[in-house]
């Protein structure tokens, strides 16, 4: 069935530092992307998304890109902020049929000032 | 207010005991979710609904049931909580559509703890 697999976390970046967050996904189909944010206390929310191969998803300072070519989706941002300390998850939906979400485990986030 | 409220928020019940955790949307969507989050294991499907008479079991149902009352309400019931069902659990709707259409938009969570 799909997977998504993230890298291994916690990660730990002081302020103003690159934040790259590794996603690869395996998939039947041509699946829709995502990377949702979870803060302390909070549900989830979209950080931002992709719908097909070579889109750019972009929001708040993050980017991601659709890669078909290598199945991954990786998180970045230019230069973290403390407000960015998260919860992030990688997700794939179907394009097809039920289209649910399938995540991967999360990647723990802190930013230290 | 928010779009989508579960509640309780928390919860601390005994083995054995039947429990039922409640989800409610304003946003009109069709689609209703539950998932469970345990550490390191992401989020994973338990149950979803595509409208009122419409129930599919997702990755984890066994020792969960749901029932969609109304379009706007989606309850989640384990019918005799034991303590590996202590998780984090999160409610979530969209509407049908392809690619980003289908974003999922999440509940706040309830916190589980089955001592």
């Known amino acids: 069935g799909d997977s998504v697999t993230q890298m291994e976390g916690p990660v730990t970046l002081s302020e103003e530092a690159f934040l790259t967050i590794n996603c690869t996904y395996t998939?039947?189909?041509?699946?829709?992307l995502f990377w949702y944010v979870q803060y302390p206390g909070e549900g989830l929310q979209l950080l931002l998304k992709?719908?097909?191969?070579?889109d750019k998803g972009s929001n708040k300072g993050f980017e991601a890109t659709y890669r078909k070519e290598t199945t991954s989706f990786h998180l970045e941002k230019g230069s973290v902020q403390v407000s960015d300390s998260a919860v992030y998850f990688c997700?794939?939906?179907?394009?097809?049929?039920?289209?649910?979400?399938?995540f991967g485990q999360g990647t723990r986030l802190t930013i230290n000032p | 207010d928010a779009d989508v409220t579960q509640t309780p928020r928390n919860r601390i019940t005994k083995t054995g005991k039947r429990i039922m955790l409640e989800c409610s949307q304003t946003k009109g969507h069709d689609r209703m979710y539950w998932y469970r989050q345990d550490p390191g294991l992401g989020l994973r499907l338990i149950y979803y609904s595509f409208d009122v008479k419409d129930i599919n079991k997702g990755e984890i149902s066994d020792g969960y049931s749901v029932s969609r009352q109304a379009q706007a309400k989606f309850s989640l019931s384990l019918e005799s909580a034991i303590p590996n069902q202590t998780a984090l659990y999160f409610c979530a709707t969209s509407e049908p559509g392809q690619g980003a259409r289908n974003e999922q938009f999440f509940g706040p969570g309830t916190r589980l703890t089955v001592l």
């Open positions: 992709a719908t097909k191969a070579d």
């Open positions: 998939a039947t189909g041509y699946p829709s």
């Open positions: 997700a794939l939906s179907d394009i097809q049929g039920a289209q649910k979400l399938v």
